[in-house]
């Protein structure tokens, strides 16, 4: 048995997980008064010496593809170490007949380490959609409810943009976009020829000086870290501002097993394996923030069970686990001969989109229920890994010939990717694995996932939009999909996209939901899960702006009912 070491302090607040939620929920509560500790399953983050944003790729070796080619498992060996597909001693298991990936992040900022930075708000029809179209549930609360923190969270970490007044994209607080390359020049006038909306994307990249942080420089790196934290990144933006305090304490490489009960019933401590001592530690505070991502959030109240609690934490109405949804993905793209035609030029931007089409079909009847946005993207950015795969498989040839194909073919293609709203079903949930665990003898999860109907629907229609727009554009169209199989139409396995949410739900009905409308647990008023757990729908919006603008919100409720003695 590892030996208990307890700690005497009882925390404020104990926070578990340091990316989006996280880090938001540690600034609103430190900044408020309140000592936070905060528990990171992974190591700290030094991004001087962690990213590699202006390496070139012949300073690594094997060009950043690893050895045998396996860097390109996890996006290559260039980008910012936020996590992986599979994590040596951390298993996660499917049930048969599941296709289903999880990357999961073991650094200190989590996945904001190198997410697309897509900032993009739910619409007010997105929190009523089954008033709407009546398949899934209303949310607990409105957009009207949301959208001050919206505002203060697009204030503080800066997001360009444009005001469209698009009905399914509000408009937000946004800074001067950065313009349109050649490519999207060349997407945006297709897209006005069929009628597609094409507007300036909204990402969390600042693009002037912003609470001490240099603008944006535009080399196209966003997904390698940035030194300079011009765009979002919890490790870089949040947590520094919780450490100004000096009412913040990180202990990182903890690997949390179980939130444990009081004698009063309410949530009264954390158990966490040291991982580098391999020593098993409490931590005890007055209240508790659950934000750890989605799955391993729904895992650990899963895996904190008791006599009170016999089915997991804050899970007397079974819901925990239930309710998995993922965005749907497809993506496809063409070859513009007119691309072949230009001149060497520098393709100076931010590592995204710098335009995208929001759901423009929202005012019609349509095959499926909801709808998607369009990202997009090509030309002369600096090769990838593998980004030549393709064309060394569809040509012969080798040595100089191949390489002249490779340099004629560089910065001709355009690629296109759906993300969809799926409507979550029965068939899709993640349950503890009674047979499995990491490790450190913590139970893991097992996933149950199916598509339905509506999605596959939706992704044939989001491959007929991308040939007609790369076909309006003067394109050739290029997707290895087929109309059925296990993939039918491109659509991407579960968890591919990684958007994975709704497992820890919010709901007025304590009996169909774990969570109110701040992200408290029903069954004791101490706990919140303030990350993509307490969503109740997926929409065609990427989550990580309202995980932070929930976040916030949950925290000043917190905040609120601390200091009135509530908790």
Not at 17 to 33: D, V
Not at 402 to 409: Q, S
């Amino acid at each position: 048995m590892a030996e208990v070491i307890r700690s005497p302090k009882v925390y404020d607040v104990c926070i578990i997980g340091s990316g989006a939620a996280g880090g938001t929920s540690a600034k609103i509560l430190t900044e408020g008064g309140l000592n936070v500790v905060m528990l990171e399953a992974g190591g700290p983050l030094n991004p001087a010496q962690d990213f590699k944003e202006h390496v070139w790729p012949y300073q690594l070796p094997h060009r950043g593809a690893g050895v045998g080619g396996k860097g390109s498992d996890n996006f290559g060996e260039f980008l910012a170490p936020n996590g992986s597909w599979e994590i040596g001693g951390e298993p996660y298991t499917t049930a048969p007949g599941s296709k289903f990936r999880w990357f999961r992040s073991r650094i200190v900022g989590g996945r904001t380490n190198h997410w697309g930075r897509i900032a993009l708000r739910f619409a007010p029809v997105d929190f009523k959609s089954r008033s709407t179209d009546g398949m899934g549930d209303d949310w607990p609360i409105s957009y009207d409810d949301v959208a001050p923190y919206y505002d203060k969270v697009e204030s503080y970490i800066g997001v360009f943009g444009t005001k469209e007044n698009v009905s399914s994209a509000p408009d937000g607080i946004f800074m001067t976009p950065p313009k349109p390359r050649c490519t999207e020049t060349i997407i945006k006038k297709a897209c006005d020829k069929i009628n597609v909306t094409c507007i300036p994307s909204r990402l969390a990249v600042i693009t002037q000086p912003h609470n001490g942080r240099a603008p944006c420089h535009y080399c196209g790196q966003c997904g390698r870290g940035c030194v300079s934290a011009s765009n979002f990144s919890s490790s870089q933006v949040m947590i520094p501002s919780a450490q100004k305090t000096g009412r913040f304490t990180l202990i990182t490489h903890a690997m949390v097993r179980e939130i444990v009960l009081g004698k009063d019933g309410k949530a009264e401590a954390v158990s966490y394996i040291d991982k580098n001592g391999r020593t098993e530690k409490k931590i005890y505070a007055k209240a508790f923030v659950v934000g750890a991502s989605a799955c391993e959030s729904a895992r650990l109240l899963l895996n904190s069970k008791s006599a009170t609690f016999p089915d997991g934490l804050a899970n007397s109405s079974g819901v925990v686990g239930r309710y998995l949804t993922d965005s749907v993905g497809s993506s496809g793209g063409g070859v513009f001969p007119q691309l072949a035609k230009m001149p060497a030029h520098n393709h100076d931007g931010v590592g995204g989109m710098h335009m995208y089409m929001p759901w423009w079909k929202f005012d019609r009847k349509n095959d499926f229920l909801r709808g998607y946005h369009i990202e997009f993207g090509g030309g002369r950015s600096m090769p990838g890994v593998g980004e030549f795969d393709d064309l060394c498989e569809a040509v012969e040839g080798y040595g100089v010939s191949l390489k002249r194909r490779c340099r004629d073919a560089y910065g001709t293609y355009i690629g296109f990717a759906g993300r969809g709203e799926m409507i979550p079903n029965e068939n899709s949930y993640c349950e503890i694995d009674p047979d499995t665990a990491d490790e450190w003898g913590i139970p893991v999860l097992r996933f149950h996932w199916q598509w339905s109907d509506n999605e596959i629907k939706m992704a044939r229609d989001m491959q007929q939009t991308f040939r007609d727009i790369v076909e309006a554009g003067g394109g050739t169209y290029y997707a290895k999909v087929q109309s059925d199989g296990a993939n039918p139409y491109g659509i991407a396995d579960g968890g591919v996209i990684i958007h994975e949410l709704g497992v820890v739900r919010m709901g007025n009905n304590p009996k169909t939901s774990a969570l109110n409308g701040y992200c408290q647990a029903h069954d004791m008023k101490n706990l919140f899960v303030a990350d993509a757990a307490s969503f109740v729908s997926n929409p065609d919006k990427n989550p990580t702006l309202t995980i932070m603008a929930l976040s916030w919100r949950a925290s000043e409720y917190l905040l609120d009912q601390a200091k009135k003695g509530n908790l």
